[in-house]
């Protein structure tokens, strides 16, 4: 069993800046991808960012490119978001999800991961 647990979530003021956790445990499995996904009220989980876990390649949603950074660490089994100059459109619910196989998507929808964290709560004011 894998288990996602997100955390450094919470309230901050348009212009500041968060950094999410997502450390996994579990056992042993095959890590292709870490991804970030977020879903705000009304609408549809949409991605956000995604590293490899061999060679860490990135890739972001384009209106995220510029102020949120994802990195891991392999030691911790953990991944980050760091997030900066947010904006209250960034508020949303924040999920990391874990791939385990290969993704023609290049691991940038939903369907291409196997293991859900259960989110954390991003609000933004203005």
């Known amino acids: 069993q894998v288990q996602l647990v997100e955390s450094g979530g919470g309230l901050v003021q348009a212009g500041g800046s968060l950094r999410l956790s997502c450390a996994a445990s579990?056992?042993?499995?095959?890590?292709?991808?870490m991804g970030w996904f977020r879903q705000a009220p009304g609408k549809e989980r949409e991605f956000v960012a995604t590293?490899?876990?061999?060679?860490?390649?990135?890739s972001y949603v384009d209106s995220v490119k510029g102020r949120f950074t994802i990195s891991r660490d392999n030691a911790k089994h953990t991944v980050y978001l760091q997030m900066n100059s947010l904006k209250p459109e960034d508020t949303a619910v924040y999920y990391c999800?874990?791939?385990?196989?290969?993704?023609?998507?290049?691991?940038?929808?939903?369907?291409?991961?196997?293991?859900w964290g259960q989110g954390t709560k991003v609000t933004v004011s203005s």
């Open positions: 579990g056992r042993t499995f095959s890590r292709y991808a």
């Open positions: 590293i490899r876990w061999s060679g860490g390649r990135t």
């Open positions: 999800a874990l791939g385990t196989r290969y993704s023609s998507s290049a691991y940038t929808t939903q369907y291409a991961y196997d293991y």
